[in-house]
């Protein structure tokens, strides 16, 4: 079975504080997203990446920032946090560019931001 | 751009109901589409998808969707709800020959009373 962690499963951070939500992949997959999800909004793409190093803009990229030096590791970055930044935060991943593909989702990370 | 319509925001049944949630997605072209469900504390998982043949799709638990071309519907069904259905529902569309990046729904969150 496809596994997707991420590295928390709640957060709590002040206003302004630098924030890294971690991924983790373990079957190879080529692409990685990250997406929010808030109540009647649905889900949204932040950012994705298709190979190591590249990085996309979602539809939502403002205050956010993405690293992938490595394969199986997608990071999100708040470079400086905000209390409408508060959300639940899902990491996923596919295997390749094909549009059939099955996303494979974490947990998610809750983020609170004071 | 490729959009997503789900009529339903909260449904709430008893259990032995029978369940109908709506979706419907604006795109000319071919479509592959998705219905991914999270259970409370679970990760968004995919329950069925269709992308060519029967535009009838069975998927876990005893679901199915239908895949109606030209009302541009891909509606969820089955026919008695049990309590364990309580989830949050969200429909996704993705575009063959074009972009390989769903376009989720708002969602639907299903209450099942038993």
């Known amino acids: 079975d496809v596994k997707v962690t991420q590295s928390s499963r709640y957060l709590v951070k002040r206003t302004g504080e630098k924030v890294f939500l971690e991924c983790v992949q373990d079957?190879?997959?080529?692409?990685m997203f990250w997406y929010r999800q808030d109540p009647g909004l649905g889900l949204r793409l932040i950012y994705f990446?298709?190979?190591?190093?590249?990085?996309e803009k979602g539809d939502i990229p403002e205050g956010y920032s993405v690293s992938r030096e490595k394969k199986e590791r997608f990071s999100l970055i708040l470079e400086s946090a905000s209390t409408n930044q508060t959300s639940m935060y899902l990491c996923?991943?596919?295997?390749?560019?094909?549009?059939?593909?099955?996303?494979?989702f974490g947990p998610g990370t809750r983020l609170t931001v004071l | 751009a490729q959009s997503v319509s789900q009529h339903n925001h909260h449904v709430i049944l008893s259990e032995a109901a029978s369940l109908e949630l709506g979706c419907n997605y604006s795109?000319?072209?071919?479509?592959?589409l998705f219905w991914y469900v999270q259970y409370p504390g679970q990760h968004l998982q995919l329950l069925l998808k269709y992308f060519s043949g029967d535009p009838l799709v069975k998927g876990i638990k005893g679901f199915e969707a239908e895949f109606i071309k030209s009302k541009f519907s891909f509606n969820l069904r089955k026919p008695s709800v049990q309590w364990s259905d309580t989830a949050e529902y969200f429909c996704?569309?993705?575009?063959?020959?074009?972009?390989?990046?769903?376009?989720f729904g708002r969602g639907t969150s299903l209450i099942v009373h038993p």
């Open positions: 996923a991943s596919t295997p390749g560019v094909t549009s059939t593909d099955t996303q494979y």
């Open positions: 795109y000319g072209g071919t479509v592959n």
């Open positions: 996704a569309v993705t575009s063959s020959g074009g972009s390989y990046i769903p376009t």
């Open positions: 990446s298709y190979d190591v190093k590249m990085k």
């Open positions: 079957m190879d997959h080529e692409n």
